[in-house]
């Protein structure tokens, strides 16, 4: 699996990883660590679920253009989301990283394989 790094406004947010094979995307976050600085982007991807995790996650929906289309913040775990039209790559974070660095629907992130 890749890494990619992940910028707003200019500013590095993350890196993480970028799982875009359906094996990798089906494992997603579960078994691993996330640290605060990383994540994983799922692409594609339109929604995700929390069920087997141990942590809560930020869940960042973005367009085919990095466009943030919605924010989930501090996603619990054992829930399913619903998923998000227009979606093509869904981002995960540590818990608390878009209000940490304000992110909002209508940003527009970078992102540098």
């Known amino acids: 699996m890749k890494k990619a790094e992940i910028r707003h406004n200019g500013e590095k947010i ?7 094979g359906f094996f990798v995307r089906l494992r997603g976050l579960l078994g691993r660590t996330l640290e605060e ?14 069920i087997g995790m141990k942590y809560a996650i930020d869940a960042l929906y973005l ?3 990095w466009n943030v289309l919605r924010v989930d913040d501090a996603l619990p775990v054992g829930k399913v989301w619903p998923a998000q039209r227009g979606a093509k790559h869904v981002l995960e ?21």
């Open 14 to 20: 993350a890196t993480v990883w970028h799982a875009k």
């Open 93 to 113: 974070l540590y818990a608390g990283s878009a209000k940490k660095h304000a992110i909002v629907a209508g940003d527009k992130l970078e992102v540098i394989p």
């Open 63 to 65: 367009d085919k253009s």
């Open 37 to 50: 600085d990383g994540g994983l982007m799922l692409s594609p991807c339109n929604s995700i679920h929390t």
